[in-house]
Nanobody
């Protein structure tokens, strides 16, 4: 099970931190990440982190502004989002991908960035 939280309304240039709390599976065997989907747009991969070695990836659109991290003791992944732009407005979904490439999804959390 994945529980996403932390969305909200923020002004352009502001920051938010999203959390994705995992339960019911071995956190270390998964890649945990975030997708987002804005109204009328395709789903976009934002960032992910491979728990086994801590390696992470970012979409070009968020590099230098977003940082993904994990707290294995809490089985929680965080997405720190700084310098937010109106184009970051979307529903953000966390997911967990197993070693066999099975995906599990949490509910979305809405991020709204006002100009």
């Amino acid at each position: 099970q994945l529980q996403a939280s932390g969305g909200g309304l923020v002004q352009s240039g502001g920051s938010l931190r999203l959390s994705c709390a995992a339960s019911g599976f071995d956190f270390d065997d998964f890649t945990i990440g975030w997708f987002r989907q804005a109204p009328g747009k395709e789903r976009e991969g934002v960032s992910c982190i491979r728990e086994r070695d801590g390696s992470s990836t970012y979409a070009d659109s968020v590099k230098g502004r977003f940082t993904i991290s994990s707290d294995n003791s809490k089985s929680t992944v965080y997405l720190q989002m700084n310098s937010l732009k109106p184009e970051d407005t979307a529903v953000y979904y966390c997911y967990a991908r197993s070693l066999t490439r099975t995906d599990y999804w949490g509910q979305g959390t809405l991020v709204t960035v006002s100009s």
